[in-house]
């Protein structure tokens, strides 16, 4: 191990996590000298830290001294300029794409369409996308007094524009007016005594009725309401429309960036070209060497043009497909399918060519084949016991005719070919059974078939921007080309019970298709589930519940910030214990903590309790909603203790982060108001942030 001088390692641990072991991280680096160093470092004999030193720290242009203070050269905007410039010399040097994969970027992009989520999520490699979900928020918020959704330029310079505003705000108010509706027939179709819950995760299910502890009862009452809320949320999402805003979250490297950026200015669409030109000023602030060739791609944005002039009768396909397609239909498939994996199987543990093992596999017996088999899948305990590679020698190709709204889900898997069409209203739309059920399918299929009328005329001048009026119902086709341990993940996972029913009868299918042609393949897909359910997300929610009080019960922190939170809390009205710190949501969001219970102190109750007439103030979640309860009695005794459950999705396991959270609430208290005060303060920022608050008696 090669060892550094005190000054050297002084220098080096603002840079590396540790000097004196083979791993390390690196840290306090621009994202763009990262690169370059790596890149350095794959054609150099000398070790990562030495190169650092020799080739990047002691280099005055680099700007890496200025950036830890070692220097009296320029300020830090000064420095990371200087490193830029540094690794761009570098880049070009190596002349190698793969160079910007070294380096990368989190972006946010708020606002974006449904339409241009797709565009955005078409690259496969490189990046990691997350998008707001249609099934645990309700889209039925305006902004400014309007419905959430996309005014897209080329359609309001039109005469179609007071139609296209009409239209979409007829889909928001029906979406919006359903709710109670549905909800209150889900709950009466559905009552929460038809269903069994665990009092813990060790204990077998108890029907509602019969559970007596009031923890349990309260763990059963939360987890049924938000499966009731999925429920609704499931159908009432085939109303919106395409354009509907939505925000997303991207972690990419540098070439993926890049690539992406090409391709939305490549697009026909205003809107992809407005967010790369954003996407792309943004990311210039932080790894503008990796994004600094981003260019439209004129032999992208050609492809429809050659394609309509070399063959127009492809594209009257466009406006004349079948309202009665078949959901899914299995185009093609290896015929030898079964031989093949075999042989891939017997592979890695032989000697012999794979042109010897496939002549063997075809004079097996079928019982040797099936043991061959037996052996390599092994068994299965969870689907995340994924068959090997050898499954991956057989293809599958489906055609699909699906929503758009089971699409939007279906397209996040990637390691899969899929190609879709313009969205448009030519293959008719789904109606949820829930909606027909309930008498409400009237309202619901009047406001699809205005979307379609508006489709249609917007669509015979503008095709492109027509996808905006289409609401998620209407189904749209795509094709999938997948390999057998693709399909493996893809029909085990989609098919479970919480997931969307639209999507999961896809994946059902899938699986039918595969069992058809081949069924000793498909007989180890052990954990497809061909059941239907009423609820789908109960188990799901009910497990979540049991997870929270196994950790809730390990953390408990004295805290009373949130019920004495002052509307005053703003920019410098708060101690500086972290910067930006100005509101109660930042406190939570800066804080990271989720998934565990505050304890709020009997004492901290009394005092609030001794306020008089103002009382305490009672929050609890319902329906991810922040309700206010009646004031508690003056009279209830400092035993009767009370907690506040914090939920967020990132799982924290440091007992340090929750004394320093423990110390930021109550270090923020300004003044005691009241629960209509607190509601208003601290309710849109929480669920924008996916935070619910119970406080449970």
């Not at 889209?139 to 310079?157: H, N, V």
């Not at 999938?480 to 969307?500: T, V």
Request: hydrophobic letters at 35%.
């Amino acid at each position: 191990m090669e060892t550094f001088s005190e000054q050297e390692t002084q220098i080096l641990l603002n840079f590396c996590s540790n000097t004196d072991k083979p791993v390390f991280v690196l840290k306090n680096l621009p994202e763009a000298i990262k690169g370059a160093l790596f890149s350095r470092y794959s054609r150099s004999t000398k070790s990562l830290r030495r190169l650092l030193l020799d080739e990047f720290l002691s280099s005055k242009e680099s700007g890496l001294m200025e950036l830890v203070g070692q220097g009296t050269g320029p300020d830090l905007a000064a420095a990371t300029l200087k490193a830029e410039e540094f690794y761009n010399r570098v880049l070009d040097g190596f002349g190698d794409d793969s160079v910007g994969e070294l380096g990368g970027a989190h972006v946010a992009i708020e606002d974006v369409s449904i339409v241009n989520t797709k565009i955005l999520q078409d690259a496969r490699v490189g990046g990691s996308p997350l998008e707001k979900s249609t099934r645990y928020v309700y889209f039925d918020q305006k902004r400014d007094g309007k419905w959430l959704y996309y005014r897209e330029p080329a359609i309001m310079a039109s005469p179609f524009a007071n139609d296209y505003l009409t239209c979409m705000d007829n889909l928001f108010e029906t979406y919006s007016r359903l709710i109670p509706s549905l909800t209150k027939y889900v709950q009466e179709a559905w009552p929460i005594d038809d269903f069994g819950f665990q009092p813990d995760k060790n204990s077998a299910p108890i029907n509602f009725r019969l559970i007596t502890d009031e923890k349990s009862i309260r763990r059963a009452k939360t987890a049924y309401s938000a499966s009731v809320r999925a429920k609704v949320c499931d159908a009432l999402r085939y109303l919106l429309p395409a354009s509907t805003l939505t925000n997303m979250g991207f972690y990419g490297n540098g070439r993926f960036w890049q690539n992406m950026i090409s391709r939305l200015y490549s697009s026909p669409l205003a809107e992809s070209h407005n967010i790369g030109i954003a996407i792309n000023s943004e990311l210039g602030t932080e790894i503008k060497p990796f994004v600094r060739r981003a260019k439209k791609d004129d032999y992208i944005s050609t492809r429809e043009e050659r394609m309509k002039s070399s063959s127009g009768v492809i594209f009257s396909f466009l406006y004349g497909g079948s309202v009665e397609a078949k959901r899914v239909t299995l185009v093609d498939h290896e015929k030898d399918a079964l031989n093949k994996i075999v042989s891939a199987c017997l592979y890695p543990y032989s000697n012999q060519s794979m042109t010897e093992l496939n002549a063997r596999a075809l004079v097996m017996h079928s019982w040797q084949k099936k043991e061959i088999l037996d052996s390599y899948v092994g068994d299965r305990k969870t689907r995340r016991d994924k068959p090997g590679r050898a499954f991956e020698q057989a293809y599958y190709e489906f055609d699909i005719c699906a929503d758009y709204g089971a699409y939007r889900d279906i397209h996040r898997h990637r390691i899969l070919t899929q190609e879709r069409q313009l969205l448009s209203c030519m293959h008719g739309f789904e109606t949820p059974e829930e909606l027909v059920q309930s008498g409400l399918d009237t309202e619901y299929s009047d406001a699809m078939v205005s979307a379609k009328d508006l489709y249609n005329r917007v669509a015979s001048r503008m095709p492109h921007e027509a996808q905006y009026c289409v609401p998620l119902g209407y189904r749209i086709r795509w094709r999938m080309k997948m390999n057998l341990r693709e399909a493996y993940h893809f029909c085990e996972i989609r098919s479970g019970m919480q997931g969307h029913t639209s999507y999961r009868r896809v994946a059902q299918d899938i699986y039918r298709e595969i069992k058809r042609v081949d069924p000793v393949l498909a007989s180890y897909m052990d954990f497809v589930d061909l059941k239907e359910y009423p609820l789908g997300r109960i188990n799901a929610e009910i497990n979540k519940e049991n997870k929270l009080m196994s950790l809730g019960a390990k953390y408990y922190l004295d805290t009373s910030a949130l019920m004495r939170a002052s509307d005053e809390l703003g920019p410098g009205s708060t101690p500086n214990i972290l910067p930006g710190v100005d509101s109660i949501g930042s406190l939570l969001m800066q804080a990271e903590f989720n998934r565990c219970e505050l304890y709020w102190s009997p004492t901290v109750k009394a005092e609030l309790i001794g306020r008089g007439s103002k009382g305490e103030a009672t929050i609890r979640v319902f329906e991810n909603r922040l309700l206010m309860l009646p004031p508690a009695k003056s009279d209830v005794s400092e035993s009767q203790s009370q907690y506040i459950r914090v939920i967020k999705n990132k799982l924290i396991n440091n007992p340090k982060d929750f004394e320093v959270l423990n110390h930021l609430l109550l270090s923020s208290v300004r003044k005691f108001v009241t629960a209509d005060r607190i509601f208003r303060l601290v309710e849109p920022e929480l669920e924008n942030l996916g935070i619910e608050l119970i406080l449970i008696p």
